[in-house]
């Protein structure tokens, strides 16, 4: 966890300051350097996960816990947009097309070197904490099977695929899929409401209605987080794609309506990113946490964020050439959008689940599948069961 903060703070370093001599100099040296802070970004979400995840002394609040992690994500991006909006007033308040380049290029890098200043802090407080308590016992049982077992030190690939293929299928192809739609909406979120009402709008305008749709979205984290444990994970994650199905089809055939009337889309859009939130978004992140014992948890979380990743190169470089393509714009791209959350529906339904299961019932049952019920596996986990008990499941100071 330290290091993916420090690439954090160095990505962000390298985006703040970037220079290559030229425009297409600079441009690749801020592609670079975005390339590290994307390397950081990748390894937070299952690492950050995991480590709540055993924190936490039930499965509802390992749910919970979890939950409320994540929404750090929509306040993020609503810190994010406001920021946006006032160094735009403060810098860059003119028509649009009459910014001075270099004001704009004072922007963009403030924006990065703002975000190193939290990750900064974060990276005090993990070096100083200690690992979790369900980590040091994971890793007595790992080191007491590995004893009996020499041959096989490590869950291989084959033996994941027969066991968890299934449900590794459910965390990576959804997030996949759902992170096509939504980093594809995020990132030309400006994009799109630049061509909604008003015609050559502000870049003023334009960030004060991306501030109001991310402040649409936000409640959607907090309504996940409330009934995360009442309704499930997996009801919450097909709920969000059907409602957003609906919407995005909504979006797609009344388009040419809805882009003359910037308030009445927005709130369309709004609601399409509120039950993301309170849908997938959320959802894909919770559900690998308890999908997966921990010897293999951040694997798995891993590759299935990693699967995400590849969804949302996708999804930004692709929108981009559907709305610029003759016949097809705006509208084919909502079109899109509601055939990927479609596709989404029976996947979700066939290949994920809510898992009742502890962290160490999750953990026997991988290692009695991994070795067999033979006595040393018995007595790791007598060992490493006295040892939690002991410990009364106290919450370790691991930040995330």
Same mark, same amino acid.
């Given at each position: 966890m330290i290091?993916?903060?420090?690439?954090l703070i160095f990505g962000g370093i390298l985006c703040t300051v970037s220079y290559g001599g030229s425009a297409s100099g600079t441009l690749w040296f801020l592609a670079v350097a975005r390339f590290i802070l994307g390397v950081g970004i990748g390894g937070e979400y299952p690492l950050a996960a995991s480590s709540t995840a055993e924190d936490a002394s039930s499965v509802s609040d390992r749910n919970t816990r979890v939950a409320l992690t994540f929404s750090l994500q929509g306040?993020?991006?609503l810190t994010a947009a406001i920021l946006g909006?006032?160094?735009i007033?403060?810098?860059a308040n003119a028509d649009k097309g009459e910014n001075d380049h270099t004001r704009l290029e004072i922007v963009w890098r403030l924006l990065f070197g703002i975000g190193v200043i939290p990750a900064c802090i974060v990276c005090y407080y993990r070096i100083t904490a200690e690992e979790t308590d369900a980590y040091k016992a994971a890793e007595e049982r790992r080191l007491a099977t590995q004893a009996a077992h020499p041959a096989n030190k490590r869950a291989q690939i084959s033996f994941i695929l027969r066991h968890y293929g299934v449900s590794l299928l459910g965390t990576a192809g959804t997030w996949f899929l759902f992170d096509i739609v939504f980093y594809a909406q995020n990132l030309f979120s400006a994009s799109i409401l630049s061509v909604v009402g008003v015609k050559n709008a502000s !870049?003023?305008? @334009?960030t004060t209605q991306n501030a109001f749709v991310a402040l649409m979205a936000?409640?959607?984290?907090?309504v996940a987080v409330y009934f995360i444990n009442r309704i499930g994970r997996k009801v919450i994650q097909l709920q969000g794609f059907v409602v957003m199905t609906i919407l995005f089809l909504v979006l797609a055939i009344f388009w040419d309506e809805l882009k003359k009337d910037a308030v009445l889309f927005i709130i369309l859009y709004g609601a399409a990113l509120f039950f993301s939130n309170f849908g997938p978004n959320m959802s894909t992140f919770v559900v690998p946490t308890e999908m997966f014992p921990t010897p293999i948890r951040t694997t798995c979380h891993g590759f299935s964020a990693a699967a995400g990743k590849a969804g949302a190169a996708i999804g930004s470089f692709g929108f981009s050439i559907w709305v610029e393509k003759d016949g097809f714009g705006y509208s084919g791209a909502f079109y899109t959008f509601a055939?990927?959350? !479609?596709?989404? @529906?029976p996947l979700t339904w066939f290949c994920m689940f809510d898992n009742k299961q502890s962290l160490d019932e999750m953990d026997e049952q991988f290692y009695e599948r991994r070795h067999g019920e033979d006595e040393v596996t018995r007595e790791s986990f007598t060992k490493s069961n006295d040892v939690e008990m002991t410990s009364g499941f106290?919450?370790?100071s691991t930040p995330v």
């Open positions: 290091a993916t903060c420090l690439l306040v993020g991006s909006n006032l160094l007033e403060a810098l !870049l003023q305008v @334009i936000l409640p959607g984290y907090y055939a990927i959350t !479609l596709i989404s @529906i106290k919450a370790s």
